[in-house]
């Protein structure tokens, strides 16, 4: 099993900034961590989920929605099995429940590629 554990959300003023973490553990994930590209996608209430970040099982290859590009950065420390998502300049669209997803060798933009994905961590930007 995999499971994957986000962490740092919460509420926040426009234009202000959140870090998230998500932690992979598991015996099939654990020892093999940096085989997998990790991402982020969000769901805001009544909306369909949608790709937020991406960054490669090799770390050298990340990819963004254009909504949050050059806002947010996804980073992975693979000694600590842990992927990053920095949020900056935060606005009221992007509150949404924030979802950590894994997927062996190269990342998808299609949710339905993803292979575990964790249970969420809610970001709410107030105006």
């Known amino acids: 099993q995999v499971q994957l554990s986000e962490s740092g959300g919460g509420l926040v003023q426009d234009g202000e900034s959140l870090s998230l973490s998500c932690v992979a553990s598991?015996?099939?994930?654990?020892?093999?961590?940096?085989?997998?590209?990790m991402g982020w996608f969000r769901q805001a209430p009544g909306k369909e989920r949608e790709f937020v970040a991406a960054?490669?099982?090799?770390?050298?290859?990340?990819s963004y929605a254009d909504s949050v590009k050059d806002r947010f950065t996804v980073s992975r420390d693979n000694a600590k099995n842990t992927v990053y998502l920095q949020m900056n300049s935060l606005k009221p669209e992007d509150t949404a429940n924030y979802y950590c997803?894994?997927?062996?060798?190269?990342?998808?933009?299609?949710?339905?590629?993803?292979?575990?994905w964790g249970q969420g961590t809610q970001v709410t930007v107030s105006s």
């Open positions: 997803t894994a997927k062996f060798f190269r990342f998808s933009l299609s949710s339905d590629d993803w292979d575990y």
């Open positions: 598991g015996p099939i994930i654990q020892n093999t961590f940096s085989s997998y590209s």
């Open positions: 960054i490669m099982w090799s770390g050298d290859s990340t």
